[in-house]
């Protein structure tokens, strides 16, 4: 559990990831709001098939 903490606060401090956006995401929920993050389409898609 220390691990996850540790790797959690590593990258805060480093700005890979900014997790206090992430808390804004229960105030602004709905679906007008600003996305929190650009989603990029190729990864999204990655896993899905069409037919």
């Known amino acids: 559990m220390y691990a996850y903490i540790f790797s959690m606060y590593r990258k805060q401090k480093k700005g890979i990831v ?3 956006r992430y808390g804004y995401l229960a105030l602004n929920d709905a679906l007008e709001d600003e996305l929190i993050e650009p989603r990029h ?3 999204h898609d990655k ?4 037919s």
Not at 47 to 50: A, D, H, L, T, V
């Open 41 to 43: 389409k190729e990864v």
């Open 18 to 20: 900014d997790y206090e």
């Open 47 to 50: 896993g899905i098939k069409e």
